[in-house]
């Protein structure tokens, strides 16, 4: 069990004027009928708008980038600023009142049940609005970090999560796009408790278009992009040797031609066949080979 005193809430924010004053009176709300002393951090990514005035008339302490730098480095400005103070817990939330404010005491429950990171998981909880590609998007990337993590997760994608000083302090995050699938990679691997809770995802407020992901198509490609970093970096034996084998496939399917022509018709129709199918094979062998080699290192 752990005693948890000092509260931080941090909330990555960008041209969100329309609702970050009710996202910042909700969470006040809560935590000032809760035990917990706590403070609030708003890292303003370069909004053009509102959103650093609004932010400071409703108590937070804000951090500003001159422009906008995306997600994960707005992350990574929330863990520097928050190690600068002292605290116990970090709540991680979104400043579109899409999660309920009432829903940070369940993740600092957790935390002090003996949890390192705390994820509030919509796919447990009650979700307003998703599309199906946004669903189905999120269930894929969610499936696959389980793989990767051995951790059985439904939500991995949330922003909605709480954690110790310890993880804040031990998993840094290196992708430029996003830190939600990495963080919980890592802290599997470091070997951090990690669970769920049921979070209700309401529909979005102001005027319901996302600001920190303004285009979904890129942020999904982006994403899958990172996905198969993680797993070279994380599952190298089964990134490498999965696309060893495709290679090692294709020199096999070109041989098998070469082959069956030459039964056929006694010629193996034309000599390229043949050499285009023992380089795909050997290439795939030693992409396979560089696999074993990054999976010793890795261990």
């Known amino acids: 069990m752990m005693k948890v005193e000092r509260v931080l809430i941090t909330i990555p924010a960008y041209n969100e004027e329309r609702t970050i004053g009710g996202v910042l009176k909700d969470i006040k709300a809560i935590m000032?009928?809760?035990?917990?002393k706590y403070r609030i951090i708003i890292v303003d990514d370069g909004s053009k708008d509102k959103t650093k005035e609004i932010a400071l008339e409703n108590g937070a302490h804000v951090f500003s980038h001159p422009r906008n730098y995306g997600l994960a480095e707005t992350f990574r400005t929330e863990m520097k600023e928050c190690l600068k103070l002292n605290f116990d817990v970090i709540v991680h939330t979104d400043a579109d009142m899409q999660y309920k404010a009432s829903d940070i005491l369940k993740l600092i429950k957790k935390v002090e049940e003996g949890y390192d990171l705390v994820l509030g998981s919509r796919f447990k909880g009650k979700i307003e609005?998703?599309?199906?590609i946004k669903r189905f998007g999120n269930k894929a990337f969610s499936r696959v970090i389980s793989n990767i993590s051995k951790v059985n997760i439904s939500d991995a994608q949330t922003g909605f999560r709480a954690f110790?000083?310890?993880v804040a302090e031990k998993v840094i995050i290196t992708s430029n796009h996003t830190y939600t699938q990495e963080q919980i990679i890592r802290a599997a691997r470091e070997k951090f408790k990690i669970t769920e809770v049921p979070a209700d995802f309401l529909k979005?407020?102001?005027d319901s278009k996302s600001r920190l992901i303004s285009n979904p198509f890129e942020y999904a490609l982006?994403?899958?992009i990172n996905l198969l970093r993680i797993y070279r970096d994380y599952e190298p034996l089964k990134f490498f040797g999965i696309t060893g084998g495709i290679f090692i496939l294709i020199g096999l399917i070109l041989g098998a031609?070469?082959?069956i022509t030459l039964?056929?018709?006694g010629s193996v129709g034309g000599i390229?066949?043949?050499v285009l199918s023992a380089l795909f094979i050997m290439t795939g062998l030693q992409i396979v080979l560089f696999g074993f080699l990054a999976d010793m290192n890795r261990k």
């Open 272 to 274: 390229p066949r043949v």
């Open 164 to 166: 110790t000083r310890d």
């Open 129 to 132: 609005e998703m599309s199906f």
């Open 263 to 265: 039964i056929m018709t």
């Open 222 to 224: 982006k994403a899958w």
């Open 32 to 36: 000032d009928s809760s035990q917990y």
């Open 257 to 259: 031609w070469a082959s």
């Open 204 to 206: 979005r407020g102001g």
